[in-house]
């Protein structure tokens, strides 16, 4: 099978015979070729499958036209609306996108910003990993000129546009819906602590927790952030008979694990343990019993995240940086409340 070669306009132009500045100025509609030319022209590169190359073209212009995106997961809902909101945004505007998963991985952090610097990105919108501690390949990135935007994940201490929530606000409302439900014994399964999520969830947990005078010990907070753990983590506190009444957790599928463990041992959602998760995607309402959770409104931080990017594209003016926040909501559902209703809580 031979290789796939895109067609170019020297095809076209073999193809009539003509020469191909006439075929590029005929598929600009410009005014000195005539229309049977144009009309003929058109019948051609329909045929071949012709497709202009948008990066040349924007080259040749200064313009690629293209914004980059750099996520830590692709599959986690939260990155996918995030993408969503973007990808609408961008196309508004006349760009394109492209995505670059980093997988965790600040190694490959590092590629991917290699990867589209080379490719001519306009601008790129980072949401950096658990691993990423150092900040110089962003810094390397910022001293080019390349315009970039944070988004849920901004680096700590790090001078930059961002785009994220108010983790802590949440958190604390999160945890004070568990209060207000008369649950004693309350743990948080919380993200690390070197990635401002993570730790903003905890400060925010713990707060309401000394707000209300609850006790705070080393069975209190559990690094706790993935499927793998939460099943880790729910037996150990199973075989020690340290099940708490309540446990709110840093991502829903920590939650949703969490349930599901839960259940496995008979352990009832939400009448012995009540569950809070952060996110809100579809797994949050496949859930049985379907989970309480805080709606990050993925949706919308993309679409503010890029037109903070866009801003810093197309005006090029060296403003003083800026932070969006997006509001957060908390959902109750089935795994805090048993009757079946369902609110929605600001969280301030």
């Given at each position: 099978m031979k290789p796939f070669r895109q067609a170019t306009i020297k095809d076209i132009a073999r193809?009539?015979?003509?020469?191909?500045?006439?075929?590029s100025r005929a598929l600009k509609d410009h005014p000195d070729i005539s229309p049977e030319t144009k009309e003929a022209v058109r019948n051609v590169a329909d045929k071949l499958d012709y497709q202009p190359n948008a990066l040349a073209l924007g080259l040749h212009n200064q313009r690629?036209?293209?914004?980059?995106?750099?996520?830590?997961?692709?599959?986690?809902?939260?990155?996918?609306?995030?993408?969503?909101?973007?990808?609408?945004?961008?196309?508004?505007?006349?760009?394109?996108?492209?995505?670059?998963?980093s997988d965790e991985s600040v190694e490959r952090e590092k590629e991917n910003i290699r990867s589209l610097v080379s490719l001519r990105v306009e601008g790129i919108l980072i949401s950096i990993t658990k691993e990423t501690n150092d900040y110089a390949h962003f810094q390397k990135l910022m001293n080019r000129n390349v315009p970039v935007v944070f988004f849920d994940r901004p680096p700590e201490g790090f001078a930059c546009d961002r785009c994220i929530i108010d983790d802590y606000a949440a958190a604390y409302t999160a945890?004070?819906?568990?209060?207000?439900?008369?649950?004693?014994?309350?743990?948080?399964f919380a993200g690390p602590n070197n990635v401002r999520i993570g730790k903003d969830r905890r400060r925010g947990f713990v707060d309401c927790l000394k707000r209300h005078k609850m006790p705070i010990t080393d069975d209190t907070i559990f690094d706790c952030d993935s499927h793998d753990k939460a099943v880790e983590v729910i037996k150990k506190l199973r075989d020690e008979d340290n099940i708490p009444d309540a446990i709110f957790a840093v991502n829903d599928i920590t939650a949703v694990t969490t349930v599901n463990e839960l259940n496995k041992y008979g352990i009832r959602v939400p009448e012995k343990v009540a569950v809070?998760?952060?996110?809100?995607?579809?797994?949050?309402?496949?859930?049985?019993p379907m989970l309480t959770t805080i709606d990050q409104n993925g949706q919308l931080i993309g679409e503010k995240a890029t037109k903070l990017l866009l801003e810093r594209i197309e005006t090029h003016v060296l403003t003083p940086y800026q932070t969006a926040v997006v509001p957060t909501k908390l959902v109750v559902r089935g795994s805090t409340v048993a009757e079946d209703n369902s609110d929605l809580v600001d969280a301030k």
């Open positions: 193809e009539l015979g003509i020469s191909a500045s006439t075929v690629s036209k293209i914004i980059g995106i750099i996520i830590p997961e692709i599959q986690h809902h939260f990155f996918s609306s995030v993408i969503s909101g973007i990808t609408e945004t961008a196309r508004n505007a006349g760009f394109n996108v492209i995505i670059c998963p945890t004070e819906h568990l209060v207000s439900l008369g649950r004693k014994k309350i743990v948080h809070v998760g952060f996110t809100n995607g579809l797994l949050s309402e496949l859930s049985s």
